[in-house]
């Protein structure tokens, strides 16, 4: 009975760890997984960097004169860092909120709408949260950097 059982099913699916030294460079990940590791790695940017947020807050908000030096910090750099580098640092903070913000929408409509989640609207949806953010990021990295 058995032997004749195995014979009629369908072999079964073998589940398996990936190795990061021989399978990870093989391995493609499906848009919704990309996405969901970015918004892990969004919220951890963000509050990594929250000191230099707040900092930023801090000195535009304070006073003229606080205001000026923190242009200038952009303008002309910081100490050793250089103005590029801070703008670099707070284009990478634009896009953390951004992206963590769309995935965070993706999230929320799918918890709303269990029946209309499938596997494709996994990933087209993805597609789209990678699209948006990394469009406004490039909007606001241009007028971050003085392009329009």
């Known amino acids: 009975?058995?032997?004749?059982?195995s014979k009629t099913r369908p072999p079964r699916r073998e589940f398996r760890n990936i190795n990061v030294v021989t399978d990870l460079?093989?391995?493609?990940?499906?848009?919704?997984?990309?996405?969901?590791?970015?918004h892990r790695v969004s919220g951890v940017l963000m509050f990594l960097l929250m000191p230099f947020i707040i900092w930023m807050f801090d000195t535009s908000v304070s006073s003229e004169i606080s205001y000026a030096k923190f242009k200038a910090a952009f303008d002309s750099g910081l100490?050793?860092?250089?103005?590029?580098?801070l703008?670099?640092?707070?284009?990478?903070?634009?896009w953390g909120y951004l992206h963590h913000f769309c995935?965070?929408?993706?999230?929320?409509?799918?918890?709303?709408?269990?029946?209309?989640v499938t596997k494709e609207f996994g990933k087209t949806s993805a597609i789209v949260v990678l699209a948006i953010s990394i469009l406004l990021t490039l909007a606001l990295g241009a007028k971050l950097f003085g392009l329009y």
């Not at 460079?25 to 970015?38: E, F, K, N, Q």
């Not at 703008?87 to 634009?94: E, G, H, N, P, T």
Request: aromatic content about 10%; cysteine-free; hydrophobic content about 55%.
């Open 103 to 116: 995935a965070g929408l993706r999230h929320l409509w799918m918890d709303v709408s269990h029946e209309a």
């Open 79 to 85: 100490g050793f860092l250089p103005g590029w580098f």
């Open 1 to 5: 009975m058995t032997e004749l059982a």
């Open 25 to 38: 460079r093989g391995y493609r990940l499906p848009p919704a997984g990309i996405v969901s590791i970015l």
């Open 87 to 94: 703008k670099l640092v707070a284009l990478a903070l634009i």
